[in-house]
């Protein structure tokens, strides 16, 4: 894991408090409150008792996403694979957790899984501060992904989508370039280019 992936797993951590979202068996999606119990170089690690839906879905997908809001407005989004781990790791976030005893004492810890978020890739986004700002972050050996738009070689450097941006986020040029790291991504030059040069980046 790089620095910059461990900087944004701690503060997943140190958050704490976020929301896991997963997909049911009839495709509906489903999310809960859950807390991001330890995080090491690995990767994130949550816990699960064996009877709720969350654990089912986990299990079956193989997937979940996270998102968080952290102290100073910005938020954080993540989505990674997941896998259980050993039941050594659910000790071992009671240890770093000492609260969660209250809830499951002594060995009614067990009916508990860890799951080891192992890889993926996330984001985060500042929208308190002039210009907004957002980067993104992976670990695992997957791939950044940088979604929103993308101005092609079809550009007729006519300044519509200058005009329309919110954020004053694109250069002039040969083609127009949007700066990504500062782009709301709503989507307002997509609407108004009259020469269609604006590309949807995808996911």
């Known amino acids: 894991m790089d620095a910059k ?19 049911d068996e009839d495709g509906h999606p489903r999310t809960r409150i859950i807390n991001v119990l330890w ?18 879905q986990m299990v079956e997908t193989g997937e979940v996403a996270i998102s968080a809001m952290c102290p100073e407005c910005q938020s954080l989004k993540f989505l990674g694979k997941c896998r259980i781990v050993g039941k050594e790791w659910v000790d071992k976030i009671f240890d770093e957790n000492p609260g969660i005893r209250e809830v499951y004492p002594g060995k009614t810890r067990y009916i508990l899984d ?17 210009p907004i700002s957002r980067e993104t972050f992976s670990y695992g050996g997957v791939a950044e992904e940088h979604p ?38 709503c989507g307002a030059c997509f609407e108004t280019c009259p020469a269609d040069a604006v590309q949807r980046l995808h996911p």
């Open 148 to 185: 929103g738009f993308l101005i092609t070689d079809e550009c007729i450097e006519c300044g519509s989508c200058i005009e329309t941006c919110p954020q004053q986020c694109i250069e002039e040029g040969s083609p127009y370039r949007i700066e990504w790291e500062h782009c709301l991504q």
């Open 5 to 23: 992936a461990k900087k944004y797993v701690d503060l997943f951590r140190s958050v704490k408090i976020a929301s896991a979202a997963t997909v």
């Open 114 to 130: 860890a799951f080891h978020v192992y890889e993926g890739q996330g984001e985060w986004f500042d929208l308190l501060h002039y």
């Open 39 to 56: 995080a090491d170089d690995s990767g994130m690690y949550l816990v699960a008792s064996k009877g709720k839906p969350f654990y089912k």
